[in-house]
């Protein structure tokens, strides 16, 4: 990076902190520092709700993703919009009108005390895996790429999200989520922009390289049902994986509990619906140019530094990167002549991942593990001065706007559902602001010492991602059962909880179902569960 | 509270609209891959 870059970077991320320190100051009370005392508008949460889900790693390789794989990945978010009009007609309304701070505290008020127990130690765990990970795995990137100390990249970014989420709460991470998610907008655009200008082809003519190559897939009807995105399990699995994640998960829940009133909430949510996949498309249509950007000028066997070295130094390596060099050469050939040679640039897209595995294979380095570095290796290889630090500001922006939604909401939990609840009750409201503030700087320093753990086991991250995703089939069944099935007991939500939950671990062990299935299935077994043992039950509660 | 006025005068005219467009995105990612996938 270069001066003007360090310099846009630098600029960006203290205009983040103080502006979100300003929107959020006089967070005196426990509503307002957790909920904003209800004032937010629709915008502010709207962008609030996408910031969060953006993380830089979904950032980083998402667009690594489309270079290697195509934009298939976009049918994921295909269920989203239906998952947020059943949010914001029936969710966020009953969250809103029952006044409650978590919707754990929702689930003791329709069912007992155990559930929301059960629910909210669910989600202290689900979350409290992925915090760490959220933070350390973008400064694995950026170690690899700008040879940054990844512990140093982690506490750092750790030390200013925790500092101004402590300061500020909720209204501070709000605004500056606002922020974020519009210098992440600008780096994206930036970036897309850049990748076209940068390919010696035009439009048209990089669409049909793009295409040539099989990138540009964001529709497959073909259903596979243990593996890939296709539209069916885009609408189902994406739905169920939405509804858990923005109706039952804190880190977004509060999001849309700070709204002034039900519609501002509403609007929020509709928002997301409708500029979720068209945001996804760009960031996977941004990967597909990058993909013909290096058509044209010749990447290297791997975009991971650390194993490129690995590999040069193998033995071999001469003969492989010869057979590799050669078959770019056919590639590029190829790519000038379409769309006629479309049969002789399939061939020589195949002659070069095998030559490419080949190289990877010399040093025991898996073929296409590179994906998380593409995207950055080119913005800093090729990109203009400037663009460079605004896209790591983005990427800074998007680490920054899911940690301090993920630790404001474990707090949130920690201070509301077990301190309060089991701890500390009947205390004046300034004991729990003070808890609040604590219980944000503990998981704040629980995030920053995990990213150092995680940052020397960076294979374990994909392991923790999947575990996090292991709990979602519980938590979104638990609350049809509460709002949608009136003769559902406590005893029976419990028992439902217990049994999905049971069926989803087994899935996973067992089975080869892709895990995109794992949330309708287990939702629908603890729907299933939960209502036999409540008609078992002599006594329905009453709602 | 609730009642700020959605909207397209109705939240079910919202919704249905969104369910529209999603059909349209469909259509549109399939023409896409149609034209352009080979």
């Known amino acids: ?543 | 509270m609730s009642d700020e006025k959605p909207p397209l005068g109705s939240w079910r005219r919202v919704y249905a609209a969104i369910i529209l467009y999603l059909i349209l995105l469909i259509a549109l990612f399939t023409a896409f891959t149609a034209r352009w996938n080979q």
């Open chain 1, 1 to 543: 990076m270069r001066p003007a870059d360090w310099a846009v970077l630098l600029a960006s991320l203290v205009g983040i902190v103080g502006y979100g320190l300003y929107k959020g100051r006089g967070s005196d009370t426990t509503s307002k520092y957790l909920l904003a005392g209800r004032t937010m508008p629709w915008y502010a949460m709207a962008l609030s709700i996408m910031a969060t889900q953006a993380s830089a790693i979904t950032f980083i390789s998402t667009t690594g993703q489309a270079y290697a794989d195509g934009m298939r990945f976009v049918q994921m978010y295909l269920g989203l919009p239906l998952a947020m009009i059943i949010i914001a007609a029936w969710i966020a309304p009953r969250f809103h009108e029952s006044g409650v701070y978590t919707a754990y505290e929702y689930l003791e008020r329709r069912f007992d005390t155990r559930v929301r127990a059960l629910v909210s130690l669910i989600f202290l765990i689900q979350r409290g895996l992925a915090v760490g990970v959220a933070l350390s795995a973008p400064a694995l990137v950026l170690t690899v790429i700008m040879g940054w100390p990844a512990n140093v990249t982690s506490l750092v970014m750790g030390v200013i999200v925790v500092g101004y989420t402590v300061a500020g709460g909720i209204a501070t991470v709000t605004w500056t989520d606002f922020v974020q998610m519009l210098i992440m907008t600008a780096g994206l655009l930036a970036a897309l922009i850049c990748a076209i200008w940068m390919s010696p082809v035009s439009l048209g003519e990089a669409m049909n390289v793009a295409g040539a190559a099989g990138r540009l897939n964001p529709a497959v009807w073909t259903v596979d049902w243990n593996n890939s995105y296709n539209i069916l399990s885009g609408l189902i699995g994406g739905l169920f994986l939405s509804l858990a994640y923005f109706g039952c998960d804190q880190s977004q829940v509060q999001r849309y509990l700070t709204g002034k009133s039900i519609a501002q909430a509403k609007l929020s949510l509709l928002f997301n619906a409708i500029a979720k996949i068209p945001m996804q498309f760009t960031i996977l249509f941004t990967g597909a140019m990058v993909f013909v950007f290096f058509t044209f000028t010749q990447p290297p066997v791997t975009f991971d530094s650390s194993a490129a070295k690995r590999i040069e130094r193998s033995e071999g390596y001469a003969q492989a990167k010869s057979e590799y060099d050669a078959a770019w050469q056919a590639r590029r050939s190829a790519a000038t002549r379409l769309p006629e040679a479309a049969a002789e640039f399939k061939s020589a897209q195949e002659r070069l991942d095998t030559a490419r595995a080949r190289a990877a294979g010399l040093a025991g380095v898996k073929a296409g593990a590179d994906t998380n570095y593409i995207f950055l290796s080119f913005v800093t290889h090729y990109m203009p001065v400037g663009i460079v630090g605004l896209i790591m500001a983005a990427i800074f922006a998007a680490a920054m706007s899911t940690i301090s939604a993920e630790v404001n909401s474990l707090a949130t939990v920690s201070v509301v559902d077990v301190y309060k609840r089991y701890v500390r009750k009947d205390r004046e409201d300034r004991h729990y602001l003070r808890a609040a503030r604590w219980a944000t700087a503990f998981w704040g320093a629980y995030a920053v010492v995990t990213a150092q753990y995680a940052a020397n086991l960076g294979s374990l991250i994909e392991v923790v991602n999947k575990v996090g995703s292991l709990f979602y089939g519980g938590l979104i069944g638990v609350f049809v059962l509460a709002f949608f099935v009136p003769r559902a007991t406590a005893r029976g939500a419990l028992w439902g909880v217990l049994v999905g939950e049971a069926a989803i671990f087994y899935m996973w062990l067992r089975t080869d179902i892709f895990y995109l299935w794992f949330n309708a299935i287990g939702c629908l077994v603890v729907v299933a569960a939960g209502y036999a043992v409540s008609l078992s039950n002599r006594k329905p509660q009453p709602r």
